[in-house]
């Protein structure tokens, strides 16, 4: 494990939303897709990263839904690049004892990136160490509106009475079922929102916005994003 202050907590969930792949690269004259292709290099780094500093969960907004709205080149490419990604990080979670999950709505997608998703869940579901959750074509309200949906037919079927509803039970229905919430969301690029991400489970996480561009985030960034959580106090609503 790298070595961090000995009185650090670490945070057994960290969430971030990558951003500034497009900055990154137009800074250097080059194509947004060639700062997506580094993105991902950073993020096959920063799984590794995660899992020596002893973080038990990492979920990372990969494709949101609003990302649809981009170019029709852009998105092409997205998808080359998601799906020669998918065969590198099996790999590379068969060897780190990494499990993958998914969060979103894969039915938009192709049949083979459908297929692909379904293999690395399955194959790295008995993997014991970090739990690596990529969030694609994945919007918070959309996951919220597709929990109602299938809440209103249970109920509908009478396997769930109103007064049977509580924060856990609906917590139930979403993509996250089974999952802790984040403690920590790191953004990078130095954006001040959430833009539609983890809606229902960041209501008490701890924000840190870093303005460095998302394929330049390293250690050392993570490091301090985890020195600024812990300079926190985590009240939940209540008194110290």
Not at 17 to 38: F, M, Q, T, Y
Not at 85 to 96: D, E, G, S
Not at 197 to 219: G, H, I
Request: aromatic letters at 8%.
């Amino acid at each position: 494990m790298d070595k961090m202050n000995e009185n650090m907590v670490i945070p057994e969930h960290v969430a971030i939303i990558l951003d500034g792949n497009g900055r990154w690269a137009k800074k250097r004259g080059l194509p947004r897709s060639v700062g997506h292709k580094e993105g991902c290099m950073t993020v096959e780094r920063t799984v590794e990263d995660a899992a020596r500093l002893g973080i038990k969960y990492l979920t990372v907004y990969g494709f949101s839904t609003e990302n649809w709205k981009r170019t029709s080149d852009e998105v092409g490419a997205l998808m080359q690049l998601f799906r020669y990604y998918m065969v590198r990080l099996l790999k590379i979670a068969k060897a780190n004892n990494v499990r993958v999950k998914m969060i979103g709505d894969r039915d938009r997608f192709d049949q083979d990136i459908i297929e692909g998703i379904g293999k690395l869940v399955k194959e790295t579901k008995d993997n014991t160490g970090l739990t690596f959750i990529i969030a694609v074509n994945y919007g918070g309200r959309d996951e919220i509106v597709r929990a109602a949906r299938k809440l209103m037919k249970d109920s509908a079927e009478g396997k769930l009475l109103p007064e049977d509803m509580t924060e856990e039970v609906f917590s139930s229905y979403l993509d996250t079922e089974g999952l802790p919430d984040p403690d920590l969301l790191i953004r990078t690029s130095g954006e001040l929102r959430l833009s539609n991400y983890l809606l229902w489970q960041l209501a008490y996480t701890e924000l840190y916005v870093t303005d460095c561009l998302w394929p330049d985030f390293n250690m050392e960034e993570m490091k301090k994003a985890i020195s600024a959580y812990n300079s926190r106090e985590r009240r939940f609503g209540g008194v110290k």
